[in-house]
């Protein structure tokens, strides 16, 4: 019953889109539904592009075209994640000595480990010592195979994502002066 004597209206049930993850959010952020649209469709492009490029003739025009068109992915990724970073992080400050290991787990961690092991299984034998500058090169690099690039440059952003983010906050306002420029300079049907 509420002060008043009226009897208070029920919660609202639970629906589809509400998860527990959305309860462990700051007040004030939502969650970008958007993001997940578009995360959604770049990795169907991405699956796209490997099904195409794997099974079609590498000499094909089409199977070129199809790949170039739908190149843009890597660099999606990319964007999408320092941008979901800087909006989870909004004004609050980055605590590095939280930030750096938790990432450096989650993600530094496999990283090496299936390295090791695609490094490993290329050797075709038991290492030796003389082996392991080919491991550190591969560590380095993001050689180890094709795929584990993606992790190394995730890395890097999150070495680098606290001085990304100063430069986002610092320069906030000169990028909402410019794209408002740039938004009310174009003719409306662009």
């Known amino acids: 019953m509420s002060p008043g004597g009226a009897p208070r209206p029920p919660a609202p049930a639970p629906t589809a889109l509400d998860s527990p993850a959305s309860a462990d959010r700051r007040p004030g952020r939502r969650h970008l539904y958007e993001v997940d649209v578009v995360r959604l469709l770049t ?14 003739s590498p000499d094909s025009i089409p199977t070129g075209a199809f790949a170039s ?3 843009f992915t890597r660099g ?9 970073f800087c909006y989870a992080q909004g004004s609050t400050p980055v605590r590095l ?4 290991p938790r990432r450096f787990l989650y993600v530094g961690l496999p990283y090496v480990v299936w390295t090791v092991i695609y490094w490993w ?8 010592v003389g082996d392991l500058p080919q491991l ?8 180890g ?6 992790l190394l440059v995730s890395l890097q952003l999150y070495l680098l994502f606290p001085a990304l983010l100063w430069l986002v906050r610092r320069t906030a306002t000169t990028w909402r002066c410019s794209s408002s420029a740039v938004r009310w300079s174009s003719p409306p049907w662009r």
Do not use: D, Q
Not at 43 to 56: R, Y
Not at 79 to 84: E, G, H, P, Q, T
Not at 97 to 100: S, T
């Open 76 to 84: 999606t990724f990319f964007i999408l994640s320092a941008f979901v």
């Open 97 to 100: 000595r939280r930030f750096w």
């Open 145 to 150: 195979n094709y795929h584990l690039y993606f």
């Open 43 to 56: 990795f169907v492009c991405v699956v796209g592009v490997h099904s195409v490029t794997s099974t079609m």
């Open 121 to 128: 299984i290329a050797l075709g034998a038991t290492p030796r």
């Open 136 to 143: 550190g090169h591969e560590l380095l690099t993001g050689t």
């Open 69 to 71: 068109l739908l190149h």
